[in-house]
Nanobody
Framework: QVQLVESGGGLVQAGGSLRLSCAAS????????MGWFRQAPGKAREFVAA????????NYADSVKGRFTISRDNAKNTVYLQMNSLKPEDTAVYYC?????????????????WGQGTQVTVSS
């Protein structure tokens, strides 16, 4: 079991930046993949980005490519999501999740451990 705690959300104007953090504890292994998902009001939870703990391979949703960057600090067991050029449509609760796979998977069903979420609000 992996415990995940997100932080770094907040209110920002369009065009601004935020960095989310996800601290992992418990059974964290180099064979895990860490992902970020988001859920806007009235919408389904969607994939944002993923990174493998071991070799750092990453994957992004088309909607955030070129604007968001996922990274990890293995020594701190922490994953980050740097979000630049934010848009009002990026407004959502952002969740960190862990999957028992060495691939940067995008499917929500692959992720078995979830954080509590952090709110990101982008004003126009």
């Amino acid at each position: 079991q992996v415990q995940l705690v997100e932080s770094g959300g907040g209110l920002v104007q369009a065009g601004g930046s935020l960095r989310l953090s996800c601290a992992a504890s418990g059974r964290t292994f180099s064979r895990n993949t860490m992902g970020w998902f988001r859920q806007a009001p009235g919408k389904a939870r969607e994939f944002v980005a993923a990174i493998t703990w071991g070799d750092g391979r990453s994957n992004y949703a088309d909607s955030v490519k070129g604007r968001f960057t996922i990274s990890r600090d293995n020594a701190k067991n922490t994953v980050y999501l740097q979000m630049n050029s934010l848009k009002p449509e990026d407004t959502a609760v952002y969740y960190c999740a862990a999957a028992m796979t060495i691939l940067p998977v995008t499917s929500l069903a692959a992720y078995g451990s979830w954080g509590q979420g952090t709110q990101v609000t982008v004003s126009s």
